[in-house]
């Protein structure tokens, strides 16, 4: 049972414009969403994360919008730079006693073409 | 200069011989984790550590095993009857409790032959 998913397996742009990367979640207690962009053969870095609580956080080029009735969080990468090829996870986490154990999508491979 | 550190980057074991990956961390964090993930896939968890001398299992638990003795180190064993071992293993660690991201090491590829 997949319960963060992200349906789009990759994604194009040009330089200079905006990246659109989509997630759904299925677990009503997700609470906690996180963004993490990694590079082959290296472990994931943090980018972004958004608290329930909240419908939108920014960070430079990043902003992160949640969608809580509809289950669904986007992250915008505006301007879209080469550098930020990569692959792009989001991930999921529960209050109570999940202490910070994530559950991740499939992840999207975002190709910036200069 | 803070992090966790994953050895060896590369492995490479015989089919049914048992293996260990280490993870050490010294960002003073509380929790650890440990994923797998496979190609097209996203990160699964095998197993994860609260506090010290204390380990849960994860989604994908069997075949596997931890410790963790102390609170800087959390190795994981592949053993034999792990069916598909082969993979890229990530060994993260968080200040645990809510709302807090996880931070990654740079991974070990394990191939079985």
């Known amino acids: 049972d997949q319960q963060v998913k992200q349906n789009s397996p990759s994604l194009s742009v040009q330089e200079g414009r905006i990246s659109i990367l989509n997630c759904d979640y299925t677990?009503?207690?997700?609470?906690?969403f996180l963004w993490y962009k990694k590079y082959p053969a290296e472990g994931p870095t943090f980018l972004i994360s958004?608290?329930?609580?909240?419908d939108k956080n920014e960070d430079g080029r990043f902003t992160v919008f949640l969608n809580k009735s509809a289950k669904h969080l986007s992250l915008h990468i505006v301007p879209s730079q080469p550098g930020d090829s990569a692959v792009y996870f989001c991930?999921?986490?529960?209050?109570?006693?999940?202490?910070?154990?994530?559950?991740f999508g499939q992840g999207t491979i975002l190709t910036v073409h200069p | 200069d803070g992090g966790i550190t994953q050895s060896p980057k590369y492995l490479f074991r015989k089919e049914g011989q048992n293996v260990t990956l280490s993870c050490e961390q010294n960002?003073?964090?509380?929790?650890m984790y440990w994923y797998r993930q496979d190609p097209g896939q996203g990160l699964r968890l095998i197993y994860y550590?609260?506090?010290?001398?204390?380990?849960q299992k994860g989604d994908i638990a069997e075949g596997y095993s931890v410790s963790r003795e102390k609170k800087e180190s959390f190795p994981l064993t592949v053993t034999s009857a792990q069916k598909n071992p082969t993979a890229f293993y990530l060994c993260?660690?968080?200040?645990?409790?809510?709302?807090?991201?996880?931070?990654f090491g740079q991974g070990t590829r394990l191939t079985v032959v």
């Open positions: 993260a660690s968080s200040i645990g409790g809510f709302n807090t991201e996880a931070f």
């Open positions: 677990n009503s207690m997700f609470d906690y």
């Open positions: 958004i608290s329930s609580i909240k």
């Open positions: 991930a999921a986490s529960a209050g109570g006693t999940s202490y910070g154990k994530l559950t």
């Open positions: 960002l003073n964090h509380d929790a």
């Open positions: 550590s609260q506090i010290v001398n204390d380990f």
